[in-house]
């Protein structure tokens, strides 16, 4: 009974202690009488730290309020003492400043002097157009202005260097080179689009015809351009330091002492932070200047030879000193150091330009147009050998004495004087094979009928090798020991620029060689000369077990061995890596010493490099391509030459007139008897890729000037063909038969 009444009144404490605590009144009595129990305590810095806490998280006013207003006033006094103590703040978003909108903006603008004009302009050529005019600073445009009015106006402000029949191509600089926008379908390029294309970059503009007057000075610069398809090679690869401390500090100081004495090398400081260094290279370990001194003719051929140069490969004296580059390394250096000096000059004088937050673009809109070389890019292979023509000086001459009977030996000897001068005219003189000399003066004839017969000697030579037409470089002792590979290229080089036939027998895989490096080749089963080689190399492709492919290469482990290919196969896959090595090995590596000679030849009058610039340009001038002489191609490179109308000539030569056209249109039906007449009149049994010069003539033989020939005669020095005076088509027929038949050469019928 008691232990009922104790819960009961229990639960009565507990329900009256309840109602007590419901009271906020109740509860601040009670705060207040522990706080002054706390301020009792002896530890002052404690009850300063109590005091500052209830500043900051307790309510003013005795009475307990809302926890929502308490937890208000808490953060404010947070913020307070934040403001306080860091510097006033506040959430609120900061205003943007206003971008200003103009309705015009300035760039310069650059005005190339010719239509193959591809390369950034820099230092001496940038000097050269501020003094011809050809660069406007500053240049305002609008930015409503179309494409057509963007060209109106720029046409105005060049004034008289522009004339109407010159179209303009506009271009911006990517890295070293100039390229085309390359813009959406029926996009035009307006002064906005070009505002925010071209940024802060200069608008080039590119001109259909030649713009400068005096282009000598132009061109003699434009020798000592940087190689665009090195500089694009080294930029991708990770090879610069290894270059670099490959290159002894002796290099530079060799250059002015193998240098010509009339091509004195341009020499341009390098901030030291362009120069990579190797902790592994020697050379430069004492080295203590702040710049290095980098010649900038070292990467061209000078116009002059007057010094010879030492080969790499074996010690021989060559006749070919203007290439700085085979002097300028020490002679213990191998080709390829030479080559890998070359690229990293070519990377420093390329970055020059480049500014860094723009490097990883333009290495991808390099890359891109390595991959995909567009038609729009493209200039004709006869603008681009005129424009090379202009460094030939006509008043000067170098003399061939030639003999048709061996007219490479003949080549050589005059490749290899002294004297001669890629510069220089060629002057021709021919014997027949009984030693007798032709009177004859070399107008022209003779130049292109010598050029004829050597492209004519090359692939038969035992330099090259493989299916007519498609051929590759050869490895003959007796013609590397005699530098002939480089007197090979520089023949193709000089033939091309002086007016002579393309080469056209070199196959794809030497053509892409030239243009992008032995690196990147492909060779396939084709460019295997060697039959005996080539049947085993079908016969391990053709394999269809593994038992099959480790008894097929049986009998090539010697070969194997010697290519640097002998390695275990482990299985059927193998063979495609072997195939691969194989092909290589033949046709890249192992002529790679007659590869850099022939290579260095074609530089000669900087044919290689527009071969690397223009490679769709030329290849049908390399490679092989059908070129088919017709009647009507043959008929219209002549200007018939008549006399007055209503003369008795005139009524005579229009008699011979159709005869002659009946003439060509039946020689379409045997075999090169179109070139051959071609040939008879101008000494070229093709049309030069220069074209000719002077253009063919034909012109007739009266018996009144004391001529009575009844058969053609041709003065291939002015390429003019007479024909003699007919009254029936048969005779006609028999007579030019007769002489193109027992034509010797050069000469008269």
Not at 410 to 435: E, L, N, Q, W
Not at 449 to 472: I, T, W
Not at 690 to 717: M, R, V, W, Y
């Amino acid at each position: 009974m008691e232990g009922g009444e104790e819960r009961q009144t229990l639960q009565q404490a507990i329900g009256v202690l309840r109602n007590i605590l419901t009271f906020p009144e109740t509860i601040a009595s009670l705060s207040s009488s522990v706080e002054r129990q706390r301020t009792s305590a002896p530890t002052a810095s404690h009850s300063t730290t109590e005091s500052e806490l209830r500043q900051l998280f307790r309510p003013s006013s005795s009475r307990v309020a809302n926890p929502a207003a308490v937890a208000t006033q808490g953060q404010q006094s947070l913020r307070y003492q934040t403001q306080q103590h860091f510097g006033n703040w506040s959430s609120r978003s900061k205003k943007r400043a206003k971008t200003h909108f103009h309705d015009t903006f300035n760039k310069d603008v650059i005005l190339l002097p010719r239509p193959s004009s591809n390369v950034v302009v820099k230092h001496r050529k940038k000097q050269r157009l501020h003094e011809q005019g050809h660069i406007l600073n500053g240049f305002e445009f609008q930015k409503s202005w179309d494409q057509r009015t963007v060209t109106e106006q720029i046409r105005d402000a060049f004034g008289e260097k522009l004339s109407a029949d010159v179209s303009l191509e506009f271009l911006m600089a990517c890295g070293n080179r100039l390229i085309l926008p390359k813009l959406r379908a029926g996009q035009e390029l307006d002064a906005n689009l070009i505002h925010k294309v071209y940024k802060s970059k200069a608008l080039y503009i590119r001109p259909s015809k030649p713009v400068m007057a005096d282009l000598s000075g132009y061109s003699s610069e434009e020798n000592c351009e940087v190689n665009p398809a090195s500089a694009r090679q080294l930029r991708s690869s990770s090879l610069t330091q290894d270059i670099y401390s490959r290159v002894s500090s002796e290099s530079f100081n060799d250059v002015t002492t193998a240098s010509p004495p009339n091509c004195t090398p341009e020499v341009e400081t390098y901030p030291s932070s362009l120069i990579p260094h190797h902790s592994s290279s020697p050379n430069y370990s004492s080295t203590s200047t702040s710049s290095y001194q980098l010649p900038s003719c070292s990467l061209r051929s000078c116009p002059t030879e007057s010094q010879p140069s030492t080969a790499s490969y074996g010690g021989t004296t060559s006749d070919e000193p203007n290439l700085v580059l085979t002097s300028v390394l020490p002679s213990s250096s191998t080709q390829h150091q030479s080559a890998n000096y070359d690229n990293y000059l070519s990377v420093v004088a390329a970055l020059s330009d480049m500014s860094s937050d723009e490097e990883d673009l333009n290495q991808a809109i390099l890359a891109s147009l390595q991959s995909e070389r567009t038609t729009a890019c493209f200039v004709p292979e006869r603008d681009i050998l005129q424009d090379l023509a202009t460094k030939i000086n006509h008043h000067k001459k170098c003399k061939f004495n030639i003999n048709r009977a061996t007219v490479l030996d003949g080549a050589i000897r005059g490749f290899k004087r002294g004297t001669y001068d890629p510069c220089h005219t060629i002057s021709v003189r021919f014997s027949d094979d009984m030693g007798v000399p032709e009177e004859a003066v070399d107008l022209g004839g003779p130049r292109r009928e010598f050029l004829r017969l050597l492209m004519e000697a090359l692939p038969q030579s035992p330099m090259f090798e493989g299916e007519e037409g498609k051929m590759n470089l050869a490895f003959n002792s007796t013609a590397m020991r005699e530098d002939r590979y480089f007197i090979a290229g520089r023949a193709i080089a000089v033939s091309l620029v002086h007016g002579g036939p393309p080469a056209g027998f070199l196959s794809p895989t030497l053509f892409s060689c030239l243009v992008d490096g032995p690196e990147r080749a492909n060779p396939v089963l084709k460019d295997v000369a060697d039959s005996d080689l080539l049947e085993k190399i079908k016969r391990v492709t053709e394999c269809k077990s593994f038992e099959d492919l480790l008894a097929t290469t049986e009998p090539l482990q010697e070969y194997l061995s010697n290519a640097g290919c002998l390695r275990p196969l482990r299985r059927l896959e193998d063979r495609n890596m072997l195939v691969d090595d194989i092909l290589m090995f033949q046709v890249i590596h192992r002529v790679r010493g007659p590869f850099e000679r022939f290579r260095d030849g074609l530089r000669t009058l900087g044919v290689l490099d527009k071969i690397q610039a223009h490679p769709e340009s030329f290849r049908p001038l390399l490679c092989w391509s059908p070129t088919i002489l017709t009647a009507d191609l043959v008929d219209s490179l002549f200007t018939i030459r008549l006399s007055p109308v209503g003369s008795n000539r005139r009524r005579a030569e229009e008699v011979v007139v159709p005869y002659w056209r009946d003439y060509l249109t039946d020689a379409e039906e045997e075999t090169q008897k179109l070139g051959t007449i071609l040939a008879f009149a101008t000494g070229a049994n093709t049309v030069p890729p220069i074209g000719f010069s002077p253009q063919p003539s034909i012109e007739f033989l009266h018996q009144d000037t004391g001529t009575t020939s009844k058969l053609p005669i041709a003065n291939t020095c002015i390429n003019c063909l007479k024909l003699p005076l007919h009254t029936s088509y048969k005779d006609f027929q028999e007579n030019m038969d007769f002489a193109l038949g027992n034509t010797h050469g050069f000469g008269m019928a």
